[in-house]
């Protein structure tokens, strides 16, 4: 059984806050993410398979552009390359 866990406005990639006034919340969206918990107790640890809810930030979402390096939240697939809009532009 798999158990959830709703982290609220965390970013489940990285856990800073997104809500609303941190700076994060405009590029936020809604995700999920395995997760493993770990209870330590003496010398035996026991581990949890755990679904994590919550937000993922826009410095999680983002691509690295194919041609120019730079991260990205707005791109293009081409031949397999992810473009960004302003490689796209200039093609």
């Known amino acids: 059984m798999t158990r959830v866990i709703d982290i609220g406005d965390l970013c489940t990639h990285c ?3 997104t809500s609303l006034g ?3 919340f405009v590029n936020r969206i809604p995700s999920g993410s395995d997760a493993k918990l770990v209870l330590t ?3 035996n640890d026991i581990e949890i398979q755990v679904d994590v809810n919550g937000y993922m930030c826009a410095d999680c979402q983002s ?3 194919d041609q120019c390096g730079e ?3 707005d791109y293009d697939i ?3 390359e992810i473009i960004c809009s302003d490689c796209m532009g200039k093609r």
Request: aromatic letters at 0%.
């Open 41 to 43: 107790s003496g010398e």
């Open 78 to 80: 081409d031949n397999s």
């Open 15 to 17: 856990g800073r806050d």
């Open 22 to 24: 941190n700076g994060l």
């Open 71 to 73: 991260l990205t939240l």
């Open 63 to 65: 691509v690295e552009c």
